[in-house]
């Protein structure tokens, strides 16, 4: 087992590593809109905090050697489902092909005031 972390993605807020390493696969913990050079969550709208949530996750890929196309499937919580399309099409866009799985839940919060939280895993 490999713990991975960063300084290019936010440090953890709790107990946890920003991802395990096992067997060639990465469980990475879900990531939030906090950019880690400010320390603040970049959340001027929704579009912007998707996509530094995608830019953190890339920063965790990255230290683990991997990028985007190796990840298998997605975890994503929304704070309002009614908001789904904005954080699907900038999600989209961090993909090229060989989606991955993926499922999408509201739910009533989520860490450090934000508003999407990604976690995934990937292969390499």
């Given at each position: 087992?490999?713990?991975?972390?960063?300084?290019?993605?936010?440090?953890?807020?709790?107990?946890?590593?920003?991802?395990?390493?096992?067997?060639?696969?990465?469980?990475?913990?879900?990531?939030?809109?906090?950019?880690?050079?400010?320390?603040?969550?970049?959340?001027?709208?929704?579009?912007?905090?998707?996509?530094?949530?995608?830019?953190n996750m890339g920063a965790v890929?990255?230290?683990?050697?991997?990028?985007?196309?190796?990840?298998?499937?997605?975890?994503?919580?929304?704070?309002?489902?009614?908001?789904?399309?904005?954080?699907?099409?900038?999600?989209?866009?961090?993909f090229t092909s060989n989606f991955?799985?993926?499922?999408?839940?509201?739910?009533?919060?989520?860490?450090?005031?934000?508003?999407?939280?990604?976690?995934?895993?990937?292969?390499?």
């Amino acid at each position: 087992m490999k713990i991975i972390n960063t300084k290019k993605a936010p440090e953890p807020i709790g107990p946890y590593n920003q991802a395990v390493q096992h067997n060639g696969t990465l469980y990475m913990s879900g990531q939030v809109a906090i950019n880690p050079a400010t320390g603040k969550m970049d959340n001027a709208n929704l579009q912007a905090e998707a996509h530094r949530v995608m830019k953190n996750m890339g920063a965790v890929l990255e230290a683990a050697g991997m990028d985007y196309s190796n990840i298998v499937k997605c975890s994503i919580f929304l704070l309002d489902m009614s908001r789904f399309s904005e954080v699907n099409a900038v999600y989209g866009s961090y993909f090229t092909s060989n989606f991955p799985a993926r499922e999408t839940v509201q739910v009533s919060a989520l860490p450090a005031g934000a508003t999407v939280e990604i976690s995934a895993i990937a292969v390499g």
